[in-house]
C-alpha cells in the first residue's frame, strides 16, 4: 500500500513564502506523476502544479493563477514532491492536497495506483 505525507503549511502574511513536502512510501514500483491540488471553502479542487517522470528531471505544469511564483520540484530517490510558493496572496489560501499516479507491486505482479494525502491547510492573511 502507498501512502502520501505532507508538510510544511501554516500561516504566512502576504508576499511571503511556504514550501510544501508530499513523500510517497510503501511497495512503489514507479511513480509516473506527483503533484498538488488546492481546494479553498466553498470552491472546487483545483489542479495547482504537477510533475511527471521522464527524461531531463520530467515535465511541470501549472495552474495559470500561480505561474511565476509557484515552482514544482522532485526528488526521485526519495519519492518526494515539493511546492515553493512564492509572493503568496491571500486566493492562494486553501487546503492543498498532495496526490501521486504510480505502479505499485500487488501479488507477486503489479498495478497501478493513484493516492492522496490528508491534506496540509495554507492561509495567506495579515
Known amino acids: 500500500q502507498v501512502q502520501l505525507v505532507e508538510s510544511g503549511g501554516g500561516l504566512v502574511q502576504p508576499g511571503g513564502s511556504l514550501r510544501l513536502s508530499c513523500a510517497a512510501s510503501?511497495?512503489?514500483?514507479?511513480?509516473?506523476?506527483m503533484g498538488w491540488y488546492r481546494q479553498a471553502p466553498e470552491k472546487e479542487r483545483e489542479l495547482v502544479a504537477v510533475i511527471t517522470s521522464g527524461g531531463s528531471g520530467g515535465s511541470t505544469n501549472y495552474a495559470d493563477s500561480v505561474k511565476g511564483r509557484f515552482t514544482i520540484s522532485r526528488d526521485n530517490a526519495k519519492n518526494t514532491v515539493f511546492l515553493q510558493m512564492n509572493s503568496l496572496k491571500p486566493e492562494d489560501t486553501a487546503v492543498y492536497y498532495c496526490?501521486?499516479?504510480?505502479?505499485?507491486?500487488?501479488?507477486?505482479?503489479?498495478?497501478?495506483?493513484?493516492?492522496w494525502g490528508q491534506g496540509t491547510q495554507v492561509t495567506v492573511s495579515s
Open positions: 510503501g511497495l512503489i514500483f514507479s511513480i509516473s506523476a
Open positions: 496526490y501521486a499516479d504510480g505502479v505499485t507491486y500487488y501479488v507477486g505482479s503489479t498495478k497501478a495506483f493513484n493516492v
